[in-house]
């Protein structure tokens, strides 16, 4: 397995692969936000991202990471995080994280942030074991959301 910047370009291979996954969503795993995975709404994501990573193997994409640092620059929100089912396990995603924070951590951010499902103890769970505490909840467009953020150099 390797990990490489993504580029526009990864788009409809990334959208095969989570529809083959038989996965609406790039981030239903962890419960993030949804991010539209047509071929137009990955790459939108991508090429407005400063920070995306990709993970493949020979077959293809396996995972990816896209982040985006806020206007101030010290605090990025994770956009994206997502691995195929058949390697969940396997490290892949704290392998994304990682690249992703010292990515970050490159360009002066201290601060990265997610946004969770209030009502899912799985995704809370997984962010603690990554880093993340809860900072505050907000009404999103699907329900209550967590707002969780861990430093920088907690995640690299």
């Known amino acids: 397995m390797r ?3 993504a580029r526009p370009g990864d788009a409809e291979t990334l959208r095969t692969t989570v529809s083959r996954a038989r996965e609406a969503t790039v981030f239903d795993d962890i ?3 949804l991010l539209d995975v047509s071929a137009a709404g990955v790459r939108e994501a991508a090429v407005g991202a400063e ?4 993970m493949e193997d020979d077959d293809g994409p396996i995972g990816v990471a896209i982040a985006h640092p806020d206007e101030e620059g010290t605090e990025a929100e994770l956009l994206a995080l997502w691995v ?3 390697h969940v396990g ?3 995603t704290e392998e994304l994280l990682s690249r992703v924070a010292s990515a970050l951590s490159d360009r002066g951010v201290e601060t990265l942030r997610a946004s969770v499902p ?3 103890p799985s995704a809370h769970e997984f962010y603690r074991a990554h880093g ?3 900072r505050t909840v907000r009404r999103g467009p699907a329900g209550d959301e967590a707002i969780v953020v861990a430093d920088i150099e907690t995640v690299a």
């Open 118 to 120: 209030d009502d899912r």
């Open 84 to 86: 195929h089912p058949e």
């Open 132 to 134: 993340f505490d809860r």
């Open 51 to 54: 920070c995306c990573f990709l």
């Open 3 to 5: 990990v490489r910047p």
């Open 31 to 33: 419960g993030a936000p």
């Open 90 to 92: 396997e490290g892949v």
